[in-house]
């Protein structure tokens, strides 16, 4: 339990530290997840009706939480399959759902919403808390989930927990029941060495070395012109000094490559024995050639 919430947090101070750099160069969006969570974005999901019913209740305060999305894809970490519940109080964006980054910053609005991890034999592994005055995560036994229903396209069931319980000195229980239509995520267009080898591959690599040795000259020759001014800017140390911590295009997996007309996204991971370091990298193309977006 304290390593998931030691996880959670270390997540949202890195993202609040680096909130200004971050802001102009969003190319490494570091999310260091033990326990992974599969980075696939799906263009396919809607707000839609209500589709949950019940609550989390905090020292006596209710919240609603009338929304639900769920989706099954690879674990960061460990490769095999993993689902993801969420129940939120207001509909979520497509990439707050899929994403993780985006659903870390969704759960820290405050605006009410609980994340449910459960592992390839569909038993439960964590809940992470997005309702004031809680956040983080942990496990509990006394967290209970009963299926009704759990196909490729549906989920139907119930989630809470065994009477009341305290984190943090927070009183709190939650119980809601929920019938969802499964998301699927899109299928990358290319991933693994067939990624490497694409235009967009090619010049990704380029950049990750050029970022890795503090090469601003090169950096400059892989990057879009409105983003290459800032490596001459006040923040240009920074910049490059966080950098540095990109992956090494020579032992990290490619998971994912999606083109979208004239932007594309990448999907980085480093895996070690500890775990998974995951960034997310935008490219664009200027003319006929492939440029990084920070």
Known sequence: MNRTIDTAQS?????????????????????LLLSGRALAQDTSVT?????????????????????????????LSS?????????????????????????????????????????????????QFGVEPMGGGG???????AIASWTDRQMRGRVYTDGELEMFKNRYRFDVS??????????????????????????????????RAGDKAALKRVIVADRAKDLDGPMAKDILSFLKESADP????????????????????ERNKDGAMSSTLRL?????SWMVAP
């Open 11 to 31: 997540l949202a101070t890195r993202d609040a530290a680096g909130r200004v750099m971050l802001s102009w160069w969003g190319t490494v969006l570091l999310c």
């Open 47 to 75: 707000a839609g009706a209500p589709n949950a019913k019940g609550s989390i209740i905090i020292d006596g305060k209710a919240t609603d939480l009338p929304y639900a999305y769920a989706y099954t894809a690879p674990a």
């Open 79 to 127: 490769r095999k399959p993993e689902t993801i519940l969420i129940l939120a109080a207001q509909p979520l964006p497509p990439k707050s759902v899929t994403d993780p980054f985006a659903r870390m910053k969704a759960r820290g609005s405050g605006n009410g919403m609980l994340e449910f991890t459960f592992d390839e034999t569909r038993a439960l592994t964590s809940v």
């Open 139 to 145: 496990y509990s036994t006394s967290y209970k989930f």
């Open 178 to 211: 929920f019938d969802i239509t499964m998301t699927v995520p899109r299928a990358p267009d290319a991933s693994g060495k067939a990624a490497w080898a694409t235009p967009q591959g090619k010049v990704l690599a380029e950049y990750l070395r050029a970022a």
């Open 250 to 269: 020579k032992t990290a997996d490619f998971d994912s490559l999606t083109v979208d007309g004239e932007t594309a996204e990448a999907k980085i991971t």
């Open 284 to 288: 664009q193309r200027v003319n006929s």
